[in-house]
T-cell receptor, first 116, second 116 residues
Framework: AQSVTQLGSHVSVSEGALVLLRCNYS??????LFWYVQYPNQGLQLLLK??????LVKGINGFEAEFKKSETSFHLTKPSAHMSDAAEYFC??????????????FGTGTQLKVEL | DGGITQSPKYLFRKEGQNVTLSCEQN?????MYWYRQDPGQGLRLIYY???????QKGDIAEGYSVSREKKESFPLTVTSAQKNPTAFYLC???????????????FGPGTRLLVL
C-alpha cells in the first residue's frame, strides 16, 4: 500500500522568505507524485507532478519540488513567499502499476501562513 | 469554459434522509472520482469510475452510492446509512486511466454537506 506523510500541519513564514513544505512517501514501486494547492472553500489545483522524467520538477506560481529516491521525499519549495501563497497544500501519490486506477492517496495537508 | 461543476455549494441533510450531490464535467474525461475531505485528514477516496456504467469502491464507500449513466455526470448519493456525513465533498476527473502516464486529476469547487 502506498502512503504519504506531510510533516507539519501548519507552517508559518515571513513574506519574502523561503517556503519548504515536506512530503515523504512510502511505496513498493517508483510512484507518481503530485502537489496540489487548495484555497479556502475551493477545489484543489495542481501545482506540479513528478513523472520520472526529471527529479527536479517546476510548477506554477514559482514552486518546485525535488524527487529524492534515497530519502523517499518530494519536498515542495519556493524561494520567496508571497501573501497570495497562503493556502493548504497537499502531497499525493498514485500507483503507476496496471490496475492502479490512477487513484490518488493524499497526505493530511499543510496549512501555509504568510506573515508580513 | 471547460471544467467541473458541483452543485449545490451547500447542502443540508436531515436525519434519515438521502441526499444527492451533483458533479458534471465538460472536459470529455473518461474517469471521475469522489473524495471526502475532513479537517486534518486530507482527502479520502469514496468511489471512482473509469468508464460509463462502471464504478469501483474507494477507501470509504460505506454509506454512499454512485451512478455513471453518462460520461459527463457522476452523482454521489449520501444515504441514511452514513452516520457522519458532515464534510466537504470534492469531485474530480482525469482524461483516462493510463498505466504509463501520471494522469492529472482536475477538481471541482466542492459541496459542503451539513447535518441539521
Amino acid at each position: 500500500a502506498q502512503s504519504v506523510t506531510q510533516l507539519g500541519s501548519h507552517v508559518s513564514v515571513s513574506e519574502g522568505a523561503l517556503v519548504l513544505l515536506r512530503c515523504n512517501y512510502s511505496s513498493s514501486v517508483p510512484p507518481y507524485l503530485f502537489w496540489y494547492v487548495q484555497y479556502p472553500n475551493q477545489g484543489l489545483q495542481l501545482l506540479l507532478k513528478y513523472t520520472s522524467a526529471a527529479t527536479l520538477v517546476k510548477g506554477i506560481n514559482g514552486f518546485e519540488a525535488e524527487f529524492k529516491k534515497s530519502e523517499t521525499s518530494f519536498h515542495l519549495t519556493k524561494p520567496s513567499a508571497h501573501m497570495s501563497d497562503a493556502a493548504e497544500y497537499f502531497c499525493a501519490v498514485s500507483d503507476p502499476r496496471p490496475g492502479g486506477g490512477n487513484k490518488l492517496t493524499f497526505g493530511t495537508g499543510t496549512q501555509l501562513k504568510v506573515e508580513l | 469554459d471547460g471544467g467541473i461543476t458541483q452543485s449545490p455549494k451547500y447542502l443540508f441533510r436531515k436525519e434519515g434522509q438521502n441526499v444527492t450531490l451533483s458533479c458534471e464535467q465538460n472536459l470529455n474525461h473518461d474517469a471521475m472520482y469522489w473524495y471526502r475531505q475532513d479537517p486534518g485528514q486530507g482527502l479520502r477516496l469514496i468511489y471512482y469510475s473509469q468508464i460509463v456504467n462502471d464504478f469501483q469502491k474507494g477507501d470509504i464507500a460505506e454509506g454512499y452510492s454512485v451512478s455513471r449513466e453518462k460520461k459527463e455526470s457522476f452523482p454521489l448519493t449520501v444515504t441514511s446509512a452514513q452516520k457522519n456525513p458532515t464534510a466537504f465533498y470534492l469531485c474530480a476527473s482525469s482524461p483516462r486511466i493510463s498505466s504509463f502516464l501520471p494522469e492529472t486529476q482536475y477538481f471541482g469547487p466542492g459541496t459542503r454537506l451539513l447535518v441539521l
